[in-house]
């Protein structure tokens, strides 16, 4: 029943979203507590943590046979960081960045998403597909450590990471934590794809094209109360610093980890539209941030950003239903 899905569906956002914060607090407090630097944390553990949903809905969906939806979640919760989440956090209020390091994690993503669309070319994400994604996202996070490492101390971002993370808990109750924060991303998964499948199926929608909406709009729901928890206490560092790490996550780790449970084909839509409409977004949201206003980061802009993310779902539900 139509009642019963769309329950399935809030309730699974509901559990994916309290798990994703007690799995980040937990994987951040175990991280403080073994002495890691808090830019490290934030730049890697936090981000880790903070796409846990969009990896677990995307496994869980992958076990199902519905490698599709994993794939629509990787691109579509891209495409909702930067539209819906930056820019309708700097609807609420302008973003000034003031972190060098932000500037070179951007280009880290823009390196992860050439990594992703390599793979995809060929419209089938395989297993070896998934291995490439997952040994560049080892890599990766080697670089950015070693970026974390010779960022200065007076980067805003690492002021802004210290004040945010939770404090050193003892070592059985990060891991408890943890391991919570886990099950309820599980169970949350488990029912947002029970819920979206169904709908799908019901509605003649494709799973890609539910992977791309509801599934990935779910999915940024953590982006976007930690964004805008961040533009409250004047962090717009941290705001976007929580979008370009997600994204690059999303590129290697979201779309790789699938690929090993469940390979599969996909059709020419997920390039030619939201792959491309995904690059174009980020390429306006880099221009936008670093160029254009120089670290400033304005409510006109943020509109333009949210609107585009808007045309978007409705261009795609048209094209679902056309």
Known sequence: MLSADILFILGGLALLVYGADRFVDGAASTARGLGVAPLIIGLTIVGIATSAPEVLVGSVAALDGKTNIAIGNAIGSNIANIGLVLGGTALLCPLVVGSKTLRREYLIMAAATLIALAVLLDQRLSRVDGMILLGSLCAILCWVVMIARQAPASDPLAGEFEQELPPVYPLGRSLLLMLFGLVLLLAGAELLVRGAVSIARLLGISDL????????????????????????KNEADLAIGNVIGSNMFNMLMVLGVPALIHPDSFGLDALLRDFSI???????????????GKGRFDRIEGGFLFACFLGYQGWLFYSATA
């Open 209 to 232: 094209v539910i992977g791309l909406s509801i599934i990935a709009v779910g999915t940024s729901l953590p982006e976007l109360a930690a964004s805008i928890a961040s533009v409250i």
């Open 278 to 292: 995904m690059i174009l977004l980020s390429l306006i949201m880099g221009w936008m941030v670093f160029i254009h």
